[in-house]
């Protein structure tokens, strides 16, 4: 969760007034990936941080945005918390009010970037036609213990 962001210019995906491409990057369904409710367990900064890892080397010449919503931030474990104020606290990871695939889409959106999601997100495409761009939306899966780009 503390590495620091990589830096070029691509046309497609960038923040306004900048020449960084932005990559959003959903991390409700990351930090919950494998649990269900028949199995509680709290939303894990340490899979968020094994999956950004990833994400960071495939997508080099992104800036990364998370984004996640307060409901998570509030059950994360106890002893992850101080790592999920760091990455807050250094801008790797935004909250918005609610943990639902529309705010990162919003958050994408205006920051005109390609979005990262273990969701399907491209369902949600007449409110934001954008999403049927080529390279817009990229899914993102757990395979075993590993991250793969679908």
Do not use: C, Y
């Not at 369904?29 to 990833?54: K, N, V, Y």
């Not at 919503?69 to 801008?91: M, N, S």
Request: proline fraction near 7%; aromatic fraction near 4%.
């Amino acid at each position: 969760m503390t590495s620091t962001l990589r830096e070029s210019s691509e046309p497609e995906g960038q923040t306004k007034g900048s020449d960084t491409p932005v990559l959003v990057v959903d991390g409700r369904g990351i930090m919950t990936a494998g649990r269900t409710p028949a199995s509680p367990r709290p939303p894990s900064m340490r899979l968020l941080g094994s999956a950004l890892a990833d994400i960071r080397r495939r997508f080099q010449d992104r800036h990364v945005v998370t984004v996640i919503g307060t409901d998570l931030v509030d059950a994360v474990e106890h002893d992850e918390q101080p790592i999920l104020d760091k990455a807050i606290e250094e801008g790797l990871v935004v909250t918005v009010p609610s943990s639902s695939p529309q705010a990162v889409l919003s958050v994408a959106q205006q920051l005109d970037a390609v979005v990262i999601s273990m969701d399907d997100l491209t369902r949600l495409r007449v409110p934001h036609s954008w999403l049927a761009q080529k390279g817009r939306f990229v899914k993102l899966a757990r395979v075993e213990r590993n991250w793969v780009f679908v």
